[in-house]
């Protein structure tokens, strides 16, 4: 009786369990087979969901002087349009309801929704969410929404080759050129955003509790003043224009600490639309990747080597005959005229090759050579950009007094305009040379922020040193430089410009019609808060530089002046 | 013998209601769980949503910052009426080694 009962039972709870099962699996197949096509075109409907990763990354953040913070590279969402070709049935109707929305080429349109075998065809990019909403309820048949986010830079070409920008390698979105690719580590995001449901969300989450590969992801904020940025380059864009050159760089930085506040050349282009720069060469950063051969500009730095070795004074006397022999190879000043017994004041205010020469033979080749790999020349700033040059300073090895006369005046040596502007900034901040650097904080996802320090580097020249040349530069300004007139009368202005002769291609000398002009200079000089470095490659019928840089140096100068606030200093 | 049979009877049921409460705690709790890690999963999209809006809607207007910003000219100011200052008079701070109340004295 007990058994029976029991039996009974089983059978019950069996009948039970299978008939469950048979529901569920007559549902199921009702679901998946039968209505399948009308469930899948109601989710098509329903859901905006990606279909794919969403792309994600950290910020890149300008700092105003105020210390606000501005994008110079976020992200942007919109949706992607896409249409099912299989369930368009007139292509032509369709098209006159979104056509208009989403700004489509009627022919390229027709030919993706007439594609019959193709499930999915891209249509739109980049679309705004209220187009998409307007869309959206219009309920059509074969349209699908999907989300989107992508990079995007605020401020157009604004600092676009200290930026950089992303481009495809591959199937993959990698970082190229500037902050983008040298902080990649901290900017990438490796959390994925993918189809949501909610179980594989609980497992996703449950996923990245565990496996944390947040930890160094994070924003980052840079020393690149917005305004800054722009002014100077707009006055480069104007030098360009003005002098037909092929190049023309800048950088303003803090000569102390070695801020970057802006720093840019031309040509340039708007990192938004990279794909549709016809010349890839604008994209790299000739700041930082290119080397010239500076000219006179490298002069204050052969005076400040022969004042630190104590070899010569600002009164010391030579007697310049405007040309010498050396090696069998003929140097002259710029003009071939010999000036007679000149102090070293004089060498700088007038740029004499053979004044720069002389410090040389009162220093020593041995010695003259390693203050010039002393100053940094010779080896990479430390800048935190991708693809930094090394200066070609191997003239400096050389047995001959030659090269070592041309390297006192800038030639024979190339450098980037950036490790110059380093070595320039020693002879202005006390003798120390500083590491030039665009990113002064990170900001990581965790909540903490770091600020990235950036050590004094070894002293070149000794204090005193800095000093005295700082005030024969002062002089050059205020006397000689354009006959005085970017002089300013409540602030002192140590500067110094640089007309080099550009090397023939193939080699065989100068030529005599191509130059490279420069300029330098840092202000207030008794205690410098900014140091503008410019150069302009192969400016069109003009041969000096302070012709084409003095009066663009005494804009910047006047603006950074007036824009900080900055207290005179006589 | 009945007795022993009446006792394992009970202990059995005991177990039966046990295990029958447990499992429907079980089920409780795990339908709980996973209304909580909806609504969560929910919100963080909704705010996920609302964070990506919000950073673009930040874009443009950074945009917009910087198309104003660069259109600040001199040129523009000075037809608004800007006039650069012509006698400018600048004040000297005084250093003095007294007390710091003094500084300004001079």
Redesign the interface.
């Known amino acids: 009786m007990r058994d029976n009962n029991t039996h009974s039972r089983i059978r019950l709870i069996s009948s039970a369990i299978i008939l469950v099962a048979l529901i569920l699996i007559v549902r199921a197949y009702y679901i998946q087979i039968v209505e399948g096509d009308i469930f899948l075109s109601k989710a098509d409907h329903q859901y905006t969901s990606p279909t794919q990763e969403i792309f994600d990354r950290g910020t890149i953040f300008f700092n105003t002087k105020s210390g606000t913070l501005v994008s110079g590279a976020t992200l942007r969402s919109g949706f992607t349009v896409a249409i099912n070709p299989k369930l368009v049935v007139d292509p032509e109707s369709l098209y006159k309801v979104i056509g208009k929305k989403l700004s489509l080429d009627h022919d390229a349109f027709i030919a993706k929704a007439t594609k019959q075998n193709d499930p999915y065809e891209e249509i739109a990019k980049h679309a705004d969410e209220s187009v998409v909403n307007t869309l959206s309820a219009l309920k059509l048949k074969g349209l699908s929404f999907y989300k989107d986010q992508w990079r995007y830079y605020p401020s157009g070409s604004l600092a676009s080759q200290t930026l950089g920008f992303l481009a495809f390698q591959g199937d993959t979105l990698a970082p190229r050129y500037g902050l983008e690719r040298s902080y990649d580590d901290t900017l990438k995001r490796n959390d994925k955003t993918v189809y949501v449901n909610f179980f594989a969300e609980v497992f996703s989450n449950l996923k990245k509790t565990i496996v944390d590969n947040q930890s160094l992801e994070g924003d980052i904020v840079t020393t690149i003043e917005p305004t800054v940025q722009a002014f100077a380059e707009k006055k480069i864009a104007e030098i360009h224009e003005q002098w037909h050159s092929k190049k023309v760089g800048i950088v303003i930085m803090n000569p102390q600490n070695g801020e970057i506040y802006a720093l840019a050349a031309t040509p340039t282009f708007n990192p938004n639309n990279f794909r549709d720069e016809k010349n890839v060469g604008v994209f790299s950063n000739p700041m930082v990747e290119d080397v010239y051969e500076m000219g006179s500009i490298i002069k204050p730095l052969t005076m400040a080597a022969g004042l630190d070795a104590k070899v010569v004074t600002a009164e010391t006397t030579y007697n310049d005959t405007g040309s010498i022999e050396l090696d069998g190879k003929k140097i002259s000043n710029y003009d071939g005229k010999a000036r007679g017994i000149i102090p070293m004041q004089e060498v700088l205010n007038q740029s004499l090759n053979l004044g720069v020469s002389f410090v040389v033979t009162q220093l020593g080749k041995e010695r003259f050579a390693n203050y010039m790999r002393n100053y940094g020349l010779g080896e990479r700033t430390g800048i935190d950009l991708p693809n930094e040059s090394i200066g070609l300073i191997k003239n400096l090895t050389s047995k001959r007094d030659v090269e070592y006369a041309t390297a006192s005046f800038g030639q024979g040596i190339a450098l980037t305009p950036l490790s110059t502007a380093r070595a320039l900034s020693s002879l202005g901040n006390g003798g120390t040379l500083v590491t030039p650097h665009l990113v002064k904080q990170i900001r990581y996802k965790l909540g903490v922020t770091k600020n990235i320090d950036y050590p004094l580097g070894r002293q070149v020249i000794a204090t005193s040193t800095s000093a005295e040349i700082t005030r024969m530069l002062v002089t050059v300004v205020d006397k000689a430089l354009l006959n005085g007139k970017i002089k300013m009368p409540h602030y002192s202005i140590a500067a110094k410009t640089g007309t080099a002769q550009i090397a023939k291609e193939g080699g065989g000398g100068y030529d005599a019609s191509r130059f490279l002009h420069s300029f330098f200079g840092y202000f207030p000089a008794s205690d410098p808060k900014f140091l503008v470095f410019m150069y302009q490659l192969e400016p069109q019928n003009v041969q000096y530089a302070s012709q084409t840089l003095g009066e663009p140096f005494s804009d910047i100068a006047k603006f950074l002046i007036s824009y900080y606030q900055v207290p005179p200093d006589r | 013998m009945m007795s022993s049979a009446l006792q394992q009877n009970t202990k059995t049921k005991q177990w039966f209601f046990l295990l029958s409460v447990l499992c429907v705690t079980l089920a409780c709790v795990y339908g709980y769980f996973i209304q909580m890690?909806?609504i969560r999963?929910v919100a963080r999209?909704k705010a996920?949503s609302a964070l990506?809006?919000l950073?673009?809607e930040?874009?443009?207007l950074?945009?917009e910052?910087?198309a104003l910003?660069?259109g600040v000219t001199i040129d523009r100011a000075r037809a608004l009426g800007f006039v650069e200052a012509q006698n400018?008079a600048?004040v000297e701070r005084g250093v003095t080694s007294g007390l710091s109340f003094n500084q300004n004295a001079r």
């Open positions: 890690t909806i999963v999209e996920g990506s809006a950073r673009s930040t874009a443009n950074e945009n910052y910087f910003d660069t400018v600048y």
